[in-house]
T-cell receptor, first 113, second 112 residues
């Protein structure tokens, strides 16, 4: 079955450490997104990519970086510059057709050690 | 940019009672509207979508939503809820540039 796979499900970061969250999709979707979810704040857009080798900053990109070298993959790196990284991170994808919804992965929960 | 408002952060309801979760969005230009459900520690699952046509949209698990263009609303309803409907529900709008805007979520708590 097609879908989006996020790994790992749980991740712990030490002070000053960069960590990378994986997102892979086999839906043949062009567009991919990363969201951060904090309690009571809904989903906030970190980065998105409409096509391979191109991506745009979302509303809260500071302290994060991404790459889009392959259509199937959109990894997110949480850098040491992100001072409050504890959150639930969700990856999503969709087609370029304007009337299609996003499909979501099961998320990665990142915590500080 | 769009904005999406979910007026109720939490909605308690007894089992088998009807429920309405409210959603308003900011723009009257053509948009696409969605409702998602999220269970604890999981991603979002699509409940239903409004693209065009009939203003009453039926989704999975007995949910439906009504699109009201003049009031820029897209409220979610279910005539009789179950314990298993306890979850967080998100309203979302998609613009013509493939960007999505989410409300802050409504936690539905179904009590026995």
């Amino acid at each position: 079955d097609g879908g989006i796979t996020q790994s790992p499900k749980y991740l712990f970061r030490k002070e000053g450490q960069n960590v990378t969250l994986s997102c892979e999709q086999n839906l043949n979707h062009d567009a991919m997104y990363w969201y951060r979810q904090d309690p009571g704040q809904g989903l906030r857009l970190i980065y998105y990519s409409q096509i391979v080798n191109d991506f745009q900053k979302g509303d809260i990109a500071e302290g994060y970086s991404v790459s889009r070298e392959k259509k199937e993959s959109f990894p997110l790196t949480v850098t040491s510059a992100q001072k409050n990284p504890t959150a639930f991170y969700l990856c999503a994808s969709t087609t370029q057709s304007s009337n299609q919804p996003q499909h979501f992965g099961d998320g990665t929960r990142l915590s500080i050690l | 940019a769009q904005s999406v408002t979910q007026l109720d952060s939490q909605v308690p309801v007894f089992e088998e009672a009807p429920v309405e979760l409210r959603c308003n969005y900011s723009s009257s230009v053509s948009v696409y509207l969605f409702w998602y459900v999220q269970y604890p520690n999981q991603g979002l699952q699509l409940l239903l979508k409004y693209l065009s046509g009939s203003t009453l949209v039926k989704g999975i698990n007995g949910f439906e939503a009504e699109f009201n263009k003049s009031q820029t609303s897209f409220h979610l309803r279910k005539p009789s809820v179950h314990i298993s409907d306890t979850a967080e529900y998100f309203c979302a709008v998609k613009d013509n540039f493939n960007k999505f805007y989410f409300g802050s979520g409504t936690k539905l708590n179904v009590k026995p």
